[in-house]
């Protein structure tokens, strides 16, 4: 049995050696995904605006992206990076305890992050609609959205089928997930719901989302052989794994940092101009991020073989996962551009109606960073591979405090162009500030080049190698 657990650990790894093909093969699963669930995310939210209208569906905008986006992003752990790190390390030399205790702790990391997020969502939530003068009804229900992050206990599990190279399983939960969304809102649809309904519906899915990814990861496991993974000591493991506390501080900064950044101007055009206003700007993101949210599917797959041909000194190959990668993916953007540039006043006027047609300026110019954000997707993942984390993090601080007056200052001048002028200056100069940062890796690489065994030594490399 421990010889099929180690053969197991290890089938996930050694697949497919070519660097390109194997970007390529993953990355083409999380697309087909990804394309899927953004089609069924964009069908649900074109029927919840043409039911509900700009105001009521703005508040839907506000309330899911303030829980699932904002709070959930500023307390999670993002413990898949320090997972995939250190798991791989495990895997690689063949040990399923330290293995099993390192996804124990990323587990119970997860849980401590839910809590403490669904407290905090909760206790929020219920003074605004004091504040607000909520009634009853929407009170309670808006108060229930912070069960969909107390339950939400999806990194780790979501490490664990990306370092078995479970990206269809992956791709699969996506589709699943976002269809599952859109039935339940087609029924409620078609029965006429109010505003009600839908933040039920748009609850229950989210939670039943993540529990789909939940189960399949620890499916995997014990499809692998790995058992009682919850059963697992965890005494001792930050000693076994001595950076492992650094990388989740890290790591989990940055990445909320990012992602609350890119969530909060709903809420900052909410305040500004107001619910109806807001569920204008969602349909603005919802359109311009169909095409946006592949870059997420690239960014995942290509990380972990540019850490390792960096490590490995491997510069032909290293290059090539650079330059070939992001010309298709700036090339998809702009087709996209140049498409909605076309079509999409009528694709507006035949999907949320004549009410949201105003969104049609506004999407042209969001998707203008996004054509940016896909043209430069792996910078972050470049750095991580030079061991130059610090660098993501500084960027992403730098960018919020330059952002959020940007963004209110434009919105007030602009209205909702404002914002999306707001945020394609935010994307260039995020972009323009990793590009710097990676010339001066490449520059440092050039005159100081000590060998692998003192790379991993040091740290300087592979201690933050995260997938």
């Known amino acids: 049995m421990r010889r099929y657990i180690l053969a197991s650990m290890s089938e996930g790894l050694n697949r497919n050696q070519d660097a390109v093909g194997r970007v390529y093969g993953h990355a083409g699963l999380l697309v087909a995904g990804s394309i899927g669930a953004s089609l069924l995310g964009l069908a649900s939210n074109i029927l919840a605006a043409r039911r509900l209208g700009p105001g009521s569906y703005g508040f839907l905008a506000l309330l899911s992206t303030y829980a699932f986006s904002i709070i959930y ?6 413990s898949w990076q320090a ?5 791989a390390k495990a ?11 390192l996804i124990k702790f990323g587990f119970l990391l997860d849980m401590a992050s839910a809590f403490a997020g669904g407290t905090l969502c909760a206790t929020s939530l219920y003074i605004f609609a004091r504040l607000k003068g909520w009634d009853g009804v929407t009170t309670e229900i808006a108060l229930l959205f912070s069960l969909g992050i107390f339950l939400r206990l999806t ?9 078995f190279d479970r990206f269809d399983l992956l791709a699969l939960q996506q589709v699943a997930a976002a269809a599952l969304r859109a039935a339940c809102v087609v029924i409620i649809y078609v029965g006429k719901a109010g505003l009600s309904a839908f933040l039920v519906v748009w609850l229950v899915t989210e939670i039943a989302g993540c529990w789909m990814t939940t189960l399949l990861g ?11 993974v919850l059963r697992s000591p965890v005494r001792g493991i930050t000693l076994r794994f001595p950076a492992l506390w650094k990388f989740f501080i ?6 909320s940092l990012r992602m609350a950044v890119k969530e909060v101007d709903i809420l900052v055009i909410g305040g500004l101009l107001g619910a109806a206003a807001a569920g204008v700007y969602k349909i603005v993101r919802q359109f311009a991020r169909a095409i946006g949210r592949l870059e997420e599917a690239m960014r995942q797959a290509i990380y972990p073989d540019l850490s390792k041909k960096w490590a490995g000194r491997d510069s032909a190959e290293f290059r090539n996962l650079l330059w070939n990668p992001a010309l298709v993916m700036a090339g998809l953007g702009i087709l996209a551009w140049v498409g909605f540039l076309a079509l999409g006043r009528s694709a507006l006027r035949l999907t949320v109606g004549p009410n949201f047609e105003t969104s049609y300026a506004p999407i042209l110019v969001y998707l203008a960073g996004v054509i940016v954000s896909m043209a430069t997707f792996h910078f972050p993942s470049i750095l991580l591979a030079m061991g130059r984390p610090g660098d993501i993090l500084q960027a992403s601080v730098v960018g919020a405090i330059g952002y959020l007056p940007l963004l209110a200052w434009l919105t007030r001048a602009r209205g909702i162009i404002g914002a999306a002028l707001a945020f394609v200056a935010y994307q260039t100069l995020w ?10 890796g490449f ?7 000590p060998a692998p065994a003192v790379l991993e030594e040091e740290g300087a490399v592979d201690s933050w190698t995260a997938g």
């Open 73 to 78: 992003g500023l307390v999670s752990f993002q």
């Open 83 to 87: 997972l995939i790190h250190f798991g």
């Open 91 to 101: 895997l690689v030399e063949s040990k399923p305890d330290d293995f099993k205790g």
């Open 155 to 163: 990194s780790s599990p979501t490490a664990v089928l990306r370092l």
């Open 218 to 228: 620890f499916w995997e496991l014990r499809k692998r052989g790995l058992k009682k």
């Open 250 to 255: 890290i790591s989990n900064l940055q990445v």
């Open 431 to 440: 972009s323009a500030w990793l590009g710097v940062k990676i010339r001066k």
């Open 443 to 449: 520059a440092l690489a050039g005159r100081i080049k």
